[in-house]
């Protein structure tokens, strides 16, 4: 597609709740980035992924955040048993390659949690 | 540790006027990238302009202007003849390899 497309644009769920973001990149795209922003603040890095490599996880803030990306394209963000500091934006950023390009990103989903 | 530090939380600006918002970092690679990204309230970041660690030369796109000073670890924004589109949230960012940082943000805004 011309740009990053995250679905959906705005969720609200109830506490205890599993949801799933997703993230369609820009084709060709092999780079693929999820970032969280809490109401007014930076962007808190959360997973990376590369191709086929196995993706970089270091930034996930506990076990109840997973994500996978099937067929090196469109990755989705699951977020088991939701808890209130779970509510932020959640961005999703991609590249062409490994390197020195900036990101482009989606418009971000917004979560809350009732 | 990467770290990317905005210290400004607010910045004001009267229309036409121009203002700088500051950025340091740390780091102990010698070659990587900086960006400077605009988050209007859309929530949609956009690329504002990007500096190569290699290159002396300040990057310039039109109205936006960095001063870069690597021994310093500094990369602050200009934005000359401010406009009241340029109202956002603006965060600086520093990319080595894979992954990039981003500072916690400035929120520029711009009085008529």
């Known amino acids: 597609g011309a740009g990053v497309s995250q679905s959906p644009s705005n969720k609200v769920t109830e506490k205890g709740k599993d949801v799933e973001l997703r993230c369609d990149p820009i084709s060709g795209h092999t780079a693929l980035y999820w970032y969280r922003q809490s109401l007014g603040q930076g962007l808190e890095f959360l997973i990376y992924f590369q191709g086929n490599s196995a993706p970089d996880k270091s930034g996930l803030p506990s076990d109840r955040f997973s994500a996978e990306r099937t067929g090196g394209s469109v990755s989705t963000l699951t977020i088991q048993r939701t808890q209130q500091e779970d509510s932020a934006v959640y961005l999703c950023a991609s590249t062409p390659r490994r390197g020195k390009d900036g990101y482009t990103f989606g418009s971000g989903t917004r979560l809350t949690v009732v | ?112």
């Open chain 2, 1 to 112: 540790a990467q770290t990317v530090t905005q210290s400004q939380p607010e910045m004001s600006v009267q229309e036409a006027e121009t203002v700088t918002l500051s950025c340091t970092y740390d780091t102990s690679e010698s070659d990587y990238y900086l960006f400077w990204y605009k988050q209007p309230p859309s929530r949609q970041m956009i690329l504002v302009i990007r500096q190569e660690a290699y290159k002396q030369q300040n990057a310039t796109e039109n109205r936006f202007s960095v001063n870069f000073q690597k021994a310093a670890k500094s990369f602050s924004l200009k934005i000359s003849d401010s406009q009241l589109g340029d109202a956002a949230m603006y965060f600086c960012a520093y990319r080595p390899n894979n992954d990039m940082r981003f500072g916690a943000g400035t929120r520029l805004t711009v009085k008529p």
